[in-house]
């Protein structure tokens, strides 16, 4: 075998995680209640099953350890105004010390320095310190205004493909979300409601939390032609030690998501339990917990769809072309399937 064509085997396209998603399948509003949402049952080589959200209970059991992401968004999307009169949108992404926070400037590329930026009140809000030297399309800023303020004066950073006003900027948390640091939900835990992880438990199951800070970059298209070349931005993880006993001894662990499942399996990795992770789930990863998964429906050519290739093979395809079929609602407020990594 000549050194090209072994190359050209090692590559991972990203066309393979290409998909056509009819604009209109993609949900602007979240659906009510929560758990209305369908679920599409992945059953392996038998038919999938088309239940909703609200029959999750009777697929678990005596046994299952049903992980979520206890992280809570951040009303992180400021209007801002430059002394100028120019308009200015920071989106807040990690706090990174103090008062200092990773963020995105939209328009950056004329802001400088130790310049700062005002509410439509002039009340100064932040402050630019610099770009950031790990990423050149952030910056680092400093928040001048009282952190509780950002609820009064930001917005929930919902997805740029959402454009239809969100009435209750609770639909985009999870009913059990805690602490408020990151700048994208885990969408697919939005679909519970505490008398569904009620009956959760009454199943026999069991809830454990863990926290992945969501950053954009979990979301955003693959920039690279050769997946494996994907470089991964990190985020903070927590997995109590407690919880981590629990998933050894669970008959099956089932993750509300994707953020969850990275939590789950960077501790299986590295055995640390908190930090930061880089983690990057792709084709022929070695999966150490995650049995089963509850997601929502992904963008093309993201590292999301990375993921679900790596967990259920390419009859991840089959199940996206059914779901548009059956005319299912894709992404963040839109429905979910339950995948099982174990299903022949």
Known sequence: MSERSSEVESMLSADEFDYDLPPELIAQEPIEPRSAARLLVDRGSRPSEHLQVSQFPDL???????????TRVLPARLSLKRGSGGSVEILLLELVDGRRWRALARPGRKLREGEVLLSSGEQEVVEIVGRDSSDDGQFIVE???EPERLAEIGEMPLPPYIT????????????????????AAPTAGLHFTPELMEQVEASGARIARVELVVGLDTFRPLAVDDVRQHRMHSEQFSVPEHVLAEIADA????????TATRAIETAGTTGRLSGRTDIFIS????WSF???MLTNFHLPRTTLLVMIDAFVGRRWRDLYEEAIRERYRMLS??????????AQ
């Open 60 to 70: 678990v059991g005596e046994g299952d350890l049903v992980v979520v992401n206890e």
């Open 143 to 145: 928040l001048l205004a």
């Open 164 to 183: 239809t006003p969100l009435a209750d900027p609770e639909r985009y948390q999870t009913v059990y979300a805690k602490r408020a640091a990151s700048a």
């Open 251 to 258: 008959r099956r662990v089932i993750a509300v998501g994707t």
């Open 283 to 286: 084709r022929g990863f070695r």
């Open 290 to 292: 995650v049995d089963v």
């Open 333 to 342: 407020f839109g429905d979910a399937m339950l995948l099982d990594r174990h």
